[in-house]
């Protein structure tokens, strides 16, 4: 049987299209070994606010240098006020969206908890997400594979390990990947991208913005409809 690998950052309450990545995907890989980048998904992300405005979500992290691999970033939880106002804006965000009360207990649970990392904190949302939606590839992170070479050579070499036959890219990689080099085509990896439209669906407001935390999906049309979305399947039951 053939096995897709896809590889990308864990980010802080991703988007939608990130759960069509897992969905595709036999064994997704985290990749937390690359160098954190400021004012990015990887420690924030956006819901609606009830006047369709764009109201933004960040976990604050500690000082650290510029070359400072994703795993090694800590989150600066003295003090930890940003989780309660956290969950305070996710309430006034979503609270009266039909799903909320079905969703807002599990993510309460994860972003309370003291994680010492943010891609620890990252990860378990990511992975809940996942598996209330039904999605169960194999997780793994980069980290632990220590995987050889930079950039292209590095998500070759990841695939190489294991055991790869296609590569699911997101869209925004293909920036730096370099298909000049024709290294997925030496090693007989089939290369590709995420083409993948975001949908509209039933969200509060007078307009629709795609594009935000899962939550916004998940709290407004509910975890069947969502999944429908991404992939259709039964969902587990929960």
């Not at 036999?26 to 400021?38: E, P, S």
């Not at 599990?106 to 003291?114: G, L, T, V, W």
């Amino acid at each position: 049987m053939s096995r897709t690998v896809v590889i990308s950052q864990p980010t802080y309450l991703p988007w939608l299209g990130y759960f069509e990545l897992i969905a595709k995907s036999d064994v997704f890989v985290f990749l937390d070994n690359v160098q954190c980048v400021k004012q990015s998904w990887h420690n924030r992300n956006r819901l609606k606010g009830n006047d369709d405005q764009l109201i933004w979500l960040t976990v604050p992290v500690k000082a650290h240098p510029l070359d400072t691999p994703l795993s090694k970033i800590q989150i600066l939880n003295n003090p930890s006020v940003w989780r309660r106002k956290h969950l305070g804006t996710i309430q006034t965000c979503l609270g009266s969206a039909v799903y909320f009360h079905t969703i807002f207990p599990f993510i309460q649970e994860f972003i309370n908890y003291e994680y010492e990392y943010l891609v620890d904190l990252n990860i378990s949302l990511i992975k809940l997400f996942a598996d209330l939606l039904g999605l169960s590839p194999n997780f793994v992170k980069a980290s632990d594979l220590n995987p050889q070479g930079r950039r292209t050579e590095m998500l070759v070499n990841l695939c190489q390990q294991l055991d790869a036959d296609y590569y699911y890219s997101p869209m925004g990689s293909k920036v730096y990947i370099e298909e000049e080099k024709h290294l997925f085509i030496e090693e007989d990896i089939k290369l590709n991208y995420q083409i993948w439209e975001h949908p509209c669906y039933s969200q509060r407001g007078k307009i629709f913005v795609s594009h935000l935390s899962i939550l916004d999906t998940l709290m407004n049309i509910g975890l069947e409809a969502t999944r429908s979305l991404i992939i259709p399947n039964k969902l587990k039951d929960i």
